[in-house]
């Protein structure tokens, strides 16, 4: 099987198309897509509390801290105790960063407008179907299962 028959092939190739735009359009705006995705990521009014922002972004706790630190001095968040929970922290967006949020909302939206208008839907609808089949078949853990049992 050729490398570009294969399914994780093709995920990871669009995939990395995307980020490559997106990339190039957070630079235009002295960003970068990760910090174009936090700032998504990050409630515009109530802040969100650090220790949720890198589940929702798949980031380990140093890679978060690296760019929490990196946002702060752009002067995109700042850092707020929760006014219930002490012990808690809370990300909250600049004025700054609500605009830079509206921004990467906009690249985002204007992005799935363009798919949209060029798939039409029925092919959207299972593009989406069998996308979380997969996600469904890698949840199971099973793929593997036998490759244990023999071993």
Known sequence: MKREETIDFNIKAAWHAIARMYQQQAIKYG???SIGYALLNIHGEQGTPA???GPMMGLE????TRLLKSMEEKGLIYRQADKTDK????VMLTKE??????KARETVLRFNEAV??????EKLKYFFEVLQE??????RNEIF???????
Do not use: C, F
Not at 61 to 64: A, G, I, K
Not at 97 to 102: A, D, L, Q, V, W
């Open 97 to 102: 960063g609500k605009r830079r949020k509206e």
């Open 61 to 64: 706790t140093r890679s978060l």
């Open 51 to 53: 220790t949720k922002i």
């Open 87 to 90: 012990r808690s922290v809370r």
């Open 134 to 139: 997969i996600v469904r078949l890698i949840d």
């Open 31 to 33: 960003g970068t897509m």
């Open 116 to 121: 949209r208008s060029e798939v039409p839907p």
């Open 145 to 151: 299962e036998r490759e244990k049992a023999t071993a």
